[in-house]
C-alpha cells in the first residue's frame, strides 16, 4: 500500500523560509517521478514543481520559480521542498505525489497523494 507523509508545514511570515518533506513507502521510491502541489481555499489544486527519478532534473510552476527548490534522498525514500521567499499568495495545504502520466505539469497527472500539510504566510 502506497503511502506518503507530509510533514514540515507551519506558519511563516512573508519573505521566510518554510522545509516540507514527504516520507513515501510501499513503493520502489527509487524508480518514481515525484511531484509537489497545492490546494488553496477557492482554487484548483495546482502544480508546484517536479522531480525525476534521480534527482537530476527539476521543473517548477512559473510562481515558485526561483524561490523553491525540489529534492530527494533515495535512502531515506523521501523528497524535499525548500521554500524561500515566501508570500501570502504561497498559503496552501501542499502535497506530495507520485508522477503518473498525462503531464507532470497538471495535477491531474499524479496518482497518489498524501494528507498535505498547511503553510500559511502571514503578511
Known amino acids: 500500500q502506497v503511502q506518503l507523509v507530509e510533514s514540515g508545514g507551519g506558519l511563516v511570515q512573508a519573505g521566510g523560509p518554510l522545509r516540507l518533506s514527504c516520507a513515501a513507502s510501499?513503493?520502489?521510491?527509487?524508480?518514481?517521478?515525484m511531484g509537489w502541489c497545492r490546494h488553496a481555499p477557492g482554487t484548483e489544486r495546482e502544480f508546484v514543481g517536479f522531480i525525476n527519478t534521480l534527482g537530476s532534473s527539476t521543473n517548477y510552476a512559473e510562481s515558485v520559480k526561483g524561490r523553491f527548490t525540489i529534492s530527494r534522498d533515495n535512502a531515506k525514500k523521501t523528497v524535499y521542498i525548500e521554500m524561500s521567499s515566501l508570500k501570502p499568495e504561497d498559503t496552501a495545504v501542499y502535497y506530495c505525489?507520485?508522477?503518473?502520466?498525462?503531464?507532470?505539469?497538471?495535477?491531474?497527472?499524479?496518482?497518489?497523494w498524501g494528507q498535505g500539510t498547511q503553510v500559511t504566510v502571514s503578511s
Open positions: 505525489a507520485v508522477y503518473y502520466s498525462g503531464g507532470y505539469r497538471f495535477a491531474s497527472g499524479y496518482k497518489y
Open positions: 510501499g513503493l520502489i521510491f527509487s524508480i518514481i517521478n
